[in-house]
Structures are given as C-alpha cells and as structure tokens.
C-alpha cells in the first residue's frame, strides 16, 4: 500500500505562482510513475502533470507547471507558475504501479486526499 499526502495548496493571487508537494510512505515513489490531477467545483476530473518512475518522461497539460521528483526523499512536486483564476481546484496526487506514466484516472492505483488551490483574481 502507498499513503500520499499532498501540501502546499492555499490562496494564490493571480500572476503568482504555487509549489505542491506529494511525500509517499508505505512503498518506495521510485517503484513506478507520478501523477497530478485537478478537481474544479462541478467540473470532472482532470489530468495535470505526470512523470515517469526515472523522472526521465514528463508530459503537462499546461505549459505553466512542471513536475519533477525526488526518489531518495519520497516526494514529487508541482511548480505552477503565472496562476490564474481557473487554475481554482483540489489538486490531487496519484501513483502508478507502471514505470511509464499515465494520462488517465484509471491507470492510476494510489490517490492523496487532496489539496485546495485558490487563486484570486
């Protein structure tokens, strides 16, 4: 089993520029791929960012985030610079079994609770 724990969400201003952080436990991040997704009130979920278990493959739905990881502390990060109101969302981390990373909700098998982004216009 794998527990993510996400952090650093809050209230933003629009133009700024937030830094979210996932820390696993439970089971090794480098055993397979990482993903963020995003939740807007009434609005699907949707995917983010996602990077494979190297870190070597990143892919982002939006040129503003980037993702990364850090094997050896357990974590992976999402950098979002240049926010905007519509970026206003539960930002959800998720993990992967597979070493190459995902696009989909279901090909994830690990998801954190979630943390609150608000950006204010």
């Known amino acids: 089993q794998v527990q993510l724990v996400e952090s650093g969400g809050g209230l933003v201003q629009a133009g700024g520029s937030v830094r979210l952080s996932c820390a696993a436990s439970?089971?090794?991040?480098?055993?397979?791929?990482m993903g963020w997704f995003r939740q807007a009130p009434g609005k699907e979920r949707e995917f983010v960012a996602g990077?494979?278990?190297?870190?070597g493959n990143t892919y982002y739905a939006d040129s503003r985030f980037t993702i990364s990881r850090d094997n050896a502390k357990n974590t992976v990060y999402l950098q979002m610079n240049s926010l905007k109101p519509e970026d206003t969302a539960v930002y959800y981390c998720a993990a992967r079994l597979n070493y190459a990373l995902g696009f989909s909700q279901s090909e994830y098998d690990y998801w954190g609770q979630g943390t609150q982004v608000t950006v204010s216009s």
């Open positions: 990077i494979s278990r190297s870190g």
């Open positions: 439970g089971r090794t991040l480098s055993s397979g791929a």
